[in-house]
């Protein structure tokens, strides 16, 4: 493992740890698309089954047990329990659109015809596209909290962090996953739009305006 991978690993984290602490402290999810953090929630749930029967370290066990946890914490508190701030007028990104040709994909383009690895890859590819009806919601709305800039701040870094490790990891390993790399190429991309405006417009009170598009391995691989 290399620093690259941890940091990314980190950048990751600590993107959802802000998420949730201002989901606790403000007692409110407004501005945070439910429908992303549901696709978050089924990216980890699809690909961290080998929990149950693979065993590669303590460090990736332990990291695949905390996204998980999150993610379904989000969710629960965006869904149950601030449920009365969780904005579905702008939270309107039809999830099928998504769902629909990631799964197609992941039977077409896979390592290996086997239920793990189509479900593996399906994360890799739902990943890639599963900040898109955030962007949309900002993109709706015209605005941001600084918060959830922040947030999508720190997913934008873990994914530049994870180029990083791919390319360092070729480099000295010889190890190349085309769909992992592709996949997170995409992902970068879609985050480069917001990068630009995160920077230029600062961090007060964050106003993504039209300008704003669309985005969207887990921070532990296989």
């Excluded at 702008?90 to 015809?113: A, I, K």
Aim: hydrophobic content about 45%; some cysteine; charged content about 15%.
């Amino acid at each position: 493992m290399n620093i690259f991978r941890i940091l990314g690993d980190v950048s990751h984290l600590l993107a959802m740890i802000i998420l949730l602490v201002k989901i606790w402290r403000s007692k409110s999810c407004a501005g945070i698309s439910g429908k992303s953090q549901i696709l978050f929630t089924l990216v980890f749930t699809t690909r961290y089954l080998d929990l149950f029967t693979t065993f590669i370290s303590v460090y990736n066990t332990v990291m695949k047990v905390i996204f998980l946890v999150c993610a379904y914490i989000t969710v629960y508190m965006i869904y149950v329990k601030f449920q009365r701030t969780f904005d579905r007028e702008h939270d309107s990104f039809r999830l099928e659109f998504l769902l629909v040709p990631v799964t197609g994909l992941s039977f077409l383009e896979n390592h290996s015809f086997t239920p793990l690895e189509i479900l593996w890859t399906f994360s890799i590819y739902l990943e890639s596209v599963a900040i898109l009806p955030q962007l949309f919601m900002i993109s709706k709305t015209g605005e941001a909290e600084t918060i959830t800039t922040h947030y999508l701040f720190f997913l934008g870094l873990y994914r530049a962090l994870y180029l990083a490790n791919w390319i360092w990891r070729y480099h000295t390993e010889k190890f190349y996953d085309q769909i992992a790399v592709v996949s997170g190429v995409v992902q970068t991309i879609f985050y480069c739009d917001f990068f630009y405006l995160y920077v230029t417009k600062g961090k007060q009170g964050t106003e993504l305006r039209g300008k704003t598009r669309r985005e969207g391995i887990g921070p532990v691989q296989h």
